[in-house]
């Protein structure tokens, strides 16, 4: 399979409902109420304020606790779902040995930050947070090619993810700390570009994608091999 037959497939739609086989998202929402509510509100704001500056946390701490609505849940661990694909897949590919260059530093910085988005998205959910997938990355992890034609997907992937839904969450201070990592995951997005020779900002304007659309994207991977249920009501 030529790159642009890989990055093409990943286009196809998917049902929400093959990601979410147990419905853990919809029970993780169903338990944020009360005191729960409040805590999850309180952690994404710490984390929010811990991106964009300690000032602006405290200050969002006087937001209602009602603003963690079971929607921000859904989204949150729709994004959670995303990053530990790529946690994994950086993770698994610096330790296989086959990344050497830029393209190894990239990994392993990738790496890294994919790793604390996991860690501030599951802090900030706490117990409603889903569980972590398995994978298996199918040789793409153990050929430096393969690699990079595979992180370009991933991060053009999530950079239209956190686009799309960025729109659909219903709390600010939940918002900014989306839009924090979406930044960073834009700039992953054109670092990978860069190693491949293409422009690293080929449009003037994104392309966003539905949650439906990036589900139908990681699907198409085979990547995922057993997942969190996706089936609770949210915007898409």
């Known amino acids: 399979m030529t790159m642009t037959q890989e990055t093409h497939s990943m286009s196809e739609l998917l049902a929400l409902e093959e990601v979410d086989q147990d419905g853990a998202i919809r029970e993780a929402a169903d338990r944020v109420e009360g005191d729960s509510r409040a805590a999850f509100l309180r952690r994404a704001v710490l984390f929010g304020g811990a991106f964009a500056g300690g000032g602006a946390a405290v200050a969002a701490l006087a937001k209602p606790a009602s603003a963690a609505t079971r929607n921000d849940v859904a989204i949150l661990n729709f994004a959670l779902t995303l990053e530990y694909l790529e946690a994994a897949f950086y993770t698994e590919a610096v330790r296989r040995g086959a990344l050497s260059g830029r393209t190894l530093e990239f990994a392993t ?23 972590r ?58 670092w990978i570009r860069h190693i491949l020779g293409r422009p690293p900002a080929p449009r003037a304007f994104e392309q966003f994608q539905t949650m439906q659309q990036v589900l139908a994207a990681v699907r198409a991977t085979r990547f995922i091999v057993a997942a969190p249920r996706f089936t609770g009501k949210v915007t898409t």
């Open 109 to 131: 910085i990738v790496g890294r930050h994919e790793r604390a988005h996991v860690a501030f998205l599951k802090d900030a959910l706490g117990s409603a947070a889903v569980a």
């Open 133 to 190: 997938p398995r994978f298996n990355f199918r040789g793409t992890t153990s050929n430096a090619g393969k690699f990079r034609a595979t992180a370009a997907a991933l991060e053009q992937t999530g950079v239209r993810a956190y686009g799309g839904q960025a729109a659909n969450i219903d709390a600010d201070a939940i918002l900014k700390a989306a839009v924090s990592i979406f930044t960073v995951e834009a700039r992953h997005a054109a």
